[in-house]
């Protein structure tokens, strides 16, 4: 079964860090693009960050300079960096595989089931 | 940035009905549209993708169309299953974006 599963989520003060990760299941991790959306409570999908089968990565401007994506394909494993985190950034966070090789920017077609990442003092 | 507008941003229809919801993007997107459903509580699921083909297991009452700025999700006859939040998402260029959704309720 393929399958994605977040970690790492939980509560954090503003200019805290956090990392999160993804393991993946089911699938030949290395050969797809990998993806962060975030969603605020009660609020629409935002994409936060990608990163491609070579290892080139992409970000929303809201998160550039603060986080970094990674992945290990070792360990099939996604991971997210988050840094100097603010308030904004409280949200539920998804990785989501892309469903074609090699687009990076999706559609995606397998979702983890999510992790809660918040920011408060 | 390519921003993407739904609407309406809700929709109340009854079971047995049709549903038609649109997204329309600030420049062409080609056909490089994605529509996913989401239920509260659950992650997004992929319904439709490049603006007409199906995903995997999705039924056939689910359809999509359009091209360039223009594009419908088309649910040809409502299942109590069926009542969402649908977001559209392109993937053309970089940054990757997702209209604000369509929530559909049960009237």
């Known amino acids: 079964e393929v399958q994605l599963l977040e970690s790492g989520g939980g509560l954090v003060q503003p200019g805290g860090s956090l990392r999160l990760s993804c393991a993946a299941s089911g699938f030949t991790f290395s050969s797809y693009a990998m993806t962060w959306v975030r969603q605020a409570p009660g609020k629409g999908l935002e994409w936060v960050s990608t990163i491609i089968s070579g290892g080139s990565t992409y970000y929303a401007d809201s998160v550039k300079g603060r986080f970094i994506i990674s992945r290990d394909n070792s360990k099939n494993t996604l991971y997210l960096q988050m840094n100097s985190l603010r308030a904004e950034d409280t949200a539920v966070y998804y990785c989501?595989?892309?469903?074609?090789?090699?687009?990076?920017?999706?559609?995606?077609?397998?979702w983890g089931q999510g992790t809660m990442v918040a920011v408060s003092s | 940035e390519i921003v993407l507008t739904q609407s309406p941003a809700t929709l109340s229809l009854s079971p047995g009905e049709r549903a038609t919801l649109s997204c329309r993007a600030s420049q062409s997107v080609s056909s490089y549209l994605a529509w996913y459903q989401q239920k509260p509580g659950q992650a997004p699921r992929l319904l439709i993708y490049?603006?007409?083909n199906r995903a995997t297991g999705i039924p056939a009452r689910f359809s999509g169309s359009g091209s360039g700025t223009d594009f419908t999700l088309t649910i040809s006859s409502l299942e109590p299953e069926d009542f969402a939040v649908y977001y559209c998402q392109q993937r053309i260029n970089w940054p990757i974006t997702f209209g604000q959704g369509t929530r559909l309720e049960i009237k």
């Open positions: 989501a595989k892309s469903a074609l090789v090699p687009a990076g920017t999706g559609p995606f077609d397998i």
């Open positions: 490049d603006a007409s």
